[in-house]
T-cell receptor, first 114, second 110 residues
Framework: GAGVSQSPSNKVTEKGKDVELRCDPI?????LYWYRQSLGQGLEFLIYFQGNSAPDKSGLPSDRFSAERTGGSVSTLTIQRTQQEDSAVYLC????????????FGSGTRLTVV | QKEVEQNSGPLSVPEGAIASLNCTYS??????FFWYRQYSGKSPELIMFIYSNGDKEDGRFTAQLNKASQYVSLLIRDSQPSDSATYLCAVSLTGNQFYFGTGTSLTVIP
């Protein structure tokens, strides 16, 4: 597609449920990133994929968070047993190489855990 | 210690004035520096990136980098109401991971 596509745009879930967030990067972009942005906070790095290399998971806040990228394209971020502190906007970004010229962000998924 | 620090503002400037946004970073090994603009409820969009000391100009925007002082700034000339947004500074060591500041809120008053 022309841009980074994320779905759903909004998700309300009950505490303790699992959620899956999807990101479809710009065609041909080999690097894919997940960030989250809480109200009044900066962007927090979660995970980075580059091609077929092992992902950089150093930003995942707990083992309830996981992500995969199938076929070097679409990525899914999974949050298990959601907690209220997981409420945030989850942003996906992609770039041609390792972000040296900056990322292009998707429009985000607003997750609300009630 | 925060990696990237910005004054949260809000910064208010009159239409037509120069808006100056500042950012400091802690890691001297940082190689790449970026400014993103984020409108309320929208995702960040890249405005400029700079790698070398000095100034880089693009239209009404000028990025300034001083690695010795670990300081990067964004100047917006002839500010317009449409420039009202939050401006995020981002710093990268390797390109794999960006560290973002919390952003400066800018309001341009007509």
């Amino acid at each position: 597609g022309a841009g980074v596509s994320q779905s759903p745009s909004n998700k309300v879930t009950e505490k303790g449920k699992d959620v899956e967030l999807r990101c479809d990067p710009i065609s041909g972009h080999t690097a894919l990133y997940w960030y989250r942005q809480s109200l009044g906070q900066g962007l927090e790095f979660l995970i980075y994929f580059q091609g077929n290399s092992a992902p950089d998971k150093s930003g995942l806040p707990s083992d309830r968070f996981s992500a995969e990228r199938t076929g070097g394209s679409v990525s899914t971020l999974t949050i298990q047993r959601t907690q209220q502190e997981d409420s945030a906007v989850y942003l996906c970004a992609s770039s041609l190489v390792t972000g040296v010229d900056g990322y292009t962000f998707g429009s985000g998924t607003r997750l609300t855990v009630v | 210690q925060k990696e990237v620090e910005q004054n949260s503002g809000p910064l208010s400037v009159p239409e037509g004035a120069i808006a100056s946004l500042n950012c400091t970073y802690s890691d001297r090994g940082s190689q790449s520096f970026f400014w993103y603009r984020q409108y309320s409820g929208k995702s960040p969009e890249l405005i400029m990136f700079i790698y070398s000391n000095g100034d880089k100009e693009d239209g009404r925007f000028t990025a300034q980098l001083n690695k010795a002082s670990q300081y990067v700034s964004l100047l917006i000339r002839d500010s317009q109401p449409s420039d009202s947004a939050t401006y995020l500074c981002a710093v990268s060591l390797t390109g794999n991971q960006f560290y973002f500041g919390t952003g400066t809120s800018l309001t341009v008053i007509p």
